[in-house]
């Protein structure tokens, strides 16, 4: 069963064409990485998926249905990048920004029995092996730790998709690896869909199994992650990146 499906769609800002009649879907389970490099319109595309930015053409579907007029909002869940999406210097703790997660979900008049919403943030901050933080200030955190708090928050209404972009950015080289590691450990153990955007192609390809590569010219192309992998090495091979 395909999760998502981008039929033909193209999209241009005033001035520059992003995305050009692109077509690919995803499968139930599938762990996608969307590449290519700066300006050539992931985050755009995430965008598209999101119903933030409306296609030119064509259409998108999650889990068959129109992303214009999505309302299951509880299947879906959004990783930004830390810096861009949180106010650090906000005072809330750890568990507060997690139990935000629940509001797309329940809506404010629908919240869960307490009970119900405080074993659901601390099953998600298990998950992610953050429980033992559940009082800090998030400001206080590691921006590796920071990230893994976020996904939390993605994954307290038990979603069957996540989307993230460039959940790596910014942090240390060690930490990358183990938030990918935990994205693989979702994607495998607890079969979530994953979409992300990254430039840390290297550290997660083990664990994904599709990656769409994104083209100046608006173009794309979706390869099995072992050819892609393939593809990279023999370019470095062959090439030289020095000047
Ligand atoms: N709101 C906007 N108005 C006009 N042009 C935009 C807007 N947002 C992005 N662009 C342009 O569209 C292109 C794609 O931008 P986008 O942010 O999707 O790229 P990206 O692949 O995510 O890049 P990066 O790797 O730097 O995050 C870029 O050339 C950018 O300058
Ligand atoms: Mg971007």
């Not at 992931?42 to 998108?60: A, E, H, Q």
């Not at 893994?148 to 993605?154: S, W």
């Not at 972009?165 to 869909?193: F, H, Q, W, Y």
């Amino acid at each position: 069963m395909d999760i998502l499906q981008v039929k033909d769609v193209s999209f241009d800002y005033p001035d520059k064409t992003v995305v050009k009649n692109l077509n690919f879907s995803i499968k139930k389970g599938d762990f996608l990485c969307i590449v290519g490099t700066n300006g050539t319109g992931k985050s755009t595309l995430l965008k598209l998926i999101l119903n933030v930015l409306k296609p030119d053409k064509g259409r998108i579907l999650i889990d068959g249905e129109n992303s214009r007029h999505f309302k299951s909002f509880n299947k879906i869940s959004y990783v930004s990048q830390k810096a861009t999406d949180f106010n650090l210097s906000f005072p809330a703790t750890v568990w507060e920004v997690v139990a935000a997660g629940l509001y797309p979900s329940f809506g404010f008049l629908r919240f869960p029995k307490k009970r119900d919403y405080k074993k659901r943030v601390f099953k998600a901050l298990k998950t992610v092996g953050m429980h033992k933080y559940y009082k800090k200030l998030i400001g206080q955190l590691s921006g590796g730790q920071q990230q893994r708090v976020f996904i939390a928050k993605a994954l307290v209404n038990n979603p069957q998709i996540i989307f993230l972009d460039e959940p790596t950015v910014g942090i240390d080289v060690k930490a990358v690896d183990s938030i990918c590691c935990l994205l693989g450990e979702l994607n495998r153990k607890m079969g979530i869909t994953i979409v992300m955007v990254t430039h840390d192609i290297s550290s997660i390809i083990y664990h994904s199994n599709k990656v769409l590569k994104l083209s100046e010219d608006g173009s794309a192309r979706l390869v099995d992650s072992v050819d892609f992998g393939q593809e990279t090495i023999l370019k470095h091979i062959h090439h030289s990146n020095c000047k």
